[in-house]
């Protein structure tokens, strides 16, 4: 059984976070391949499960496969583990791209295998893992080192040459993997991050919200695995109405936030616009205010509102709760989302009638006083 144990000497470190644990070694990511490989060369075992992520199947392969099997309760292993995935370290990253190293070099074992079976008529069944595996990876090319970006696209692409087409008759959202395949074999990494994240740039849409690739046709390799148009992924289409600031008094109610939806940013201000509804909750009774909207380069449109609280007044008189949302415009698209709360939105209350309150689910709402009261009671 394999455990960690927490050093003294990491605990003033801000940038980690060590913990102890008494589970197998399981989840730790790529670096854990260190360990992976020398335990396969010390007790000389081999299989292809080698060099994957999944601890547990290297754990069950070695249970099975070794001839003895030893527990040391007393073996540890120290671990750090980061508090974020946005700034990797250089050693992450460079685990990253051994990653792709090493799933190549186990299709290849694969394809050795198969090749001495006499079952190279089966390989294709492998190649839709392969295929998977590849454009996954190529999702993170921006977060490698650049001197592993331009190796990465000859290594992937030598070993892609010789894949069965047969395979993309199998995979999942069939039109979108050939697409990213196309983008990978042509070594375009800004057209395939654009399928691939929403941080990463855009390419035309029509209006029905496809991905329009005519423009592509005839210039490139493989062109006959590039569909004319893919529905946009809904992952590549977010929708959010968030509010980083608010302040209720007795005389208005200012509103700061952003929105956003569809996968294509407005072009102008007159293809945008953000409209705060109040909703009563009770009678679902809606007033509708106009907010001021600034374009911002990702994707978002920063708003701000300022609503007069004789609006609200005959509400809250009422006890009655009102429920805010944003009616957002982006182009052809038109979307009423709920208001939600950023975890640092800072919120103000200085007024007697009403307060401004975050429900369970993160969504924004103005509640009478009296109802407050009786809660805090």
């Not at 992520?53 to 249970?63: A, K, M, R």
């Not at 698209?333 to 939600?340: D, G, P, W």
Request: hydrophobic residues 40%; proline residues 5%.
């Amino acid at each position: 059984m394999y455990t960690f144990k927490l050093l003294g000497l990491f605990e003033e470190s801000r940038l980690t976070n060590l913990y102890e644990t008494k589970n197998l070694i399981h989840n730790l990511g790529p670096a854990n391949k260190i360990f992976k490989r020398d335990f396969l060369t010390r007790n000389v075992l081999r299989f292809l499960e080698g060099c994957r992520f999944e601890d547990v199947h290297f754990i069950t392969c070695c249970l099975y496969l070794a001839k003895k099997v030893f527990i040391h309760c007393g073996t540890h292993y120290h671990w750090r583990k980061r508090e974020s995935l946005r700034n990797l370290s250089i050693t992450q990253k460079n685990f990253m791209f051994r990653a792709v190293a090493d799933r190549v070099r186990i299709h290849r074992e694969i394809d050795r295998f198969l090749m001495a079976q006499g079952l190279l008529g089966h390989r294709y069944i492998k190649d839709i893992r392969a295929i998977l595996d590849f454009t996954c990876y190529a999702s993170n090319l921006y977060r490698y080192l650049p001197h592993a970006r331009r190796r990465f696209f000859p290594l992937v692409n030598h070993y892609l040459q010789d894949i069965d087409v047969r395979a993309f008759d199998y995979v999942p959202e069939p039109e979108l993997v050939r697409a990213r395949y196309f983008f990978l074999r042509n070594g375009m990494p800004f057209e395939f991050a654009a399928t691939a994240s929403v941080s990463r740039g855009y390419l035309p849409v029509t209006p029905d919200g496809c991905f329009d690739f005519r423009a592509f046709k005839g210039k490139h390799a493989f062109d006959h695995l590039l569909p004319d148009s893919v529905r946009v992924p809904p992952g590549l289409q977010p929708e959010k109405a968030e509010l980083l600031a608010a302040d209720l008094c007795n005389r208005a109610l200012s509103l700061k936030g952003f929105g956003q939806i569809g996968y294509l940013p407005p072009r102008s201000k007159q293809d945008a616009g953000i409209t705060v509804i109040l909703q009563n909750r009770t009678t679902k009774e809606k007033r509708r205010i106009p907010a001021v909207i600034r374009l911002l380069p990702q994707r978002r449109m920063r708003f701000v509102a300022a609503v007069d609280v004789a609006l609200l007044a005959d509400w809250l008189a009422l006890q009655q709760t009102a429920d805010l949302f944003l009616e957002i415009r982006a182009g052809t698209l038109l979307k009423k989302l709920r208001l939600h709360a950023d975890p640092h939105a800072k919120l103000g209350n200085y007024g007697r009638c009403g307060k401004l309150t975050v429900t369970k689910y993160g969504n924004v709402s103005i509640v009478p006083a009296a109802v407050e009261q009786r809660k805090r009671a």
